[in-house]
């Protein structure tokens, strides 16, 4: 069982930038990547962006290239999701996700709310 636990979410004007961060525990030894989605109202949950444990695979949604950064500390189980220029449109639940050899684990999601 892994558990995931997010935070860092808030509100911030467009413009600002927001650091969002998830720690994992329980059986994490075969963790293949991490990652973060985001789910706005009225949407399907989307990709956002996805690192592997070596950190040496690293993708990101077209939307977010050139704004956001994720990171991962292996010593710490940890997992950000830098986020900087945010925009209204990347207003959403933040969710963030684990692969392993024993499937996909998820968080319970931290909300990012963007003014205009």
């Known amino acids: 069982q892994v558990q995931l636990v997010e935070s860092g979410g808030g509100l911030v004007q467009a413009g600002g930038s927001l650091r969002l961060s998830c720690v994992a525990s329980?059986?994490?030894?075969?963790?293949?990547?991490m990652g973060w989605f985001r789910q706005a109202p009225g949407k399907e949950r989307e990709f956002v962006a996805r690192?592997?444990?070596?950190?040496?695979?690293?993708e990101y949604t077209d939307s977010v290239k050139g704004r956001f950064t994720i990171s991962m500390d292996n010593a710490k189980n940890k997992v950000y999701l830098q986020m900087n220029s945010l925009k209204p449109e990347d207003t959403a639940v933040y969710y963030c996700?684990?692969?392993?050899?024993?499937?996909?684990?998820w968080g319970q999601g931290t909300q990012v709310t963007v003014s205009p």
């Open positions: 996700n684990r692969d392993g050899l024993g499937g996909r684990s």
């Open positions: 690192i592997s444990r070596s950190g040496g695979i690293i």
């Open positions: 329980g059986r994490i030894f075969n963790t293949v990547r």
